[in-house]
C-alpha cells in the first residue's frame, strides 16, 4: 500500500501564498515536525523517539519545538489532525432519514493510506499509546456529533453506551484489520460496519466484494 508521508518540497513556498507569513511560518514549522516524526516511527518504536531525535532530524530549534507541542504526545495528537473530520452522510434507516457520521470511513481510508506508519506504530510498545489517544479522538467526535444532532440522551447513560459501543466495535474491528495485514479493502470494509450499525444490515458476501 502507499505510504503518502508528505516531503517539505509538497509544501507551498511562501511567494505562492498570500496572508500571514508568521502564521504559514508556524505552519511549515508544525508540518515539518508532523513529516520527521512519521520518518522516526517507521524507523524505531515510537517510545524510543526523544524531543531531541526529532530536533536532530528536522533541525528545528528546542525553544521552537516547545513553541508548538507540549511533549512528544502532543506532536502525535496534532498528527490525528491532519486527517481532517469524518464526512456526514445522510442515511434512510427504517424508513427515516439520519444524519450519519462516517467515522468508519474516515479511519479507515486514513489507514490505509498510511499502512506502514500504522503497521509501525502498532507494532511496538507504543501501540497502547497511540490505541489511547485514538480512542479519544474518536469517543469525542462520535459523542459531539450525537450532541448536535439530537440523538445523545443526557438524562442517565444510554447516550454515552451508545457511543461506547460504536466506538469499541469500530476499534475492534480496526485492530483486527491491522494486525491481520489489512485483509480487505477499506471502502467494503467500511460499507459493510456501517450497514450493520445503522440499518443491522448483516453481510451476504465478503468484504473484499
Sequence with gaps: MNQN????????????VSGDRHALRAQR??????????????????????????????????STFYTHFRDKEDLLVAGYGVMGAPAIKLSSVAGRERV???????????????AALTTSLMSGT?????????ENLLVVQVREHMKTHNAYD????????????????????WLW????DYPCAALGLSATFN???????WPETDCTA
Design 154 to 173: 443526557s438524562s442517565g447513560f444510554s447516550g454515552e453506551i451508545a457511543v461506547r459501543s460504536l466506538v469499541g466495535g469500530l476499534l475492534a474491528l
Design 195 to 201: 450497514g450493520l450499525m445503522s440499518q443491522g444490515i
Design 5 to 16: 508521508i508528505p516531503t517539505v518540497a509538497d509544501w507551498p513556498h511562501e511567494s505562492d
Design 126 to 134: 507504543s501501540r497502547y499509546i497511540v490505541l489511547a489517544h485514538l
Design 29 to 62: 514549522t508544525r508540518e515539518l515536525m508532523l513529516v520527521t516524526m512519521y520518518h522516526l516511527a517507521l524507523e524505531k518504536d515510537y517510545c524510543d523517539i526523544t524531543v531531541q531525535d526529532l530536533l536532530d532530524r528536522s533541525g528545528i530549534a528546542r
Design 177 to 180: 484489520w491491522v494486525r491481520h
Design 100 to 114: 450519519v457520521l462516517d467515522v468508519c470511513g474516515w479511519l479507515f481510508l486514513a489507514t490505509e493510506q498510511h
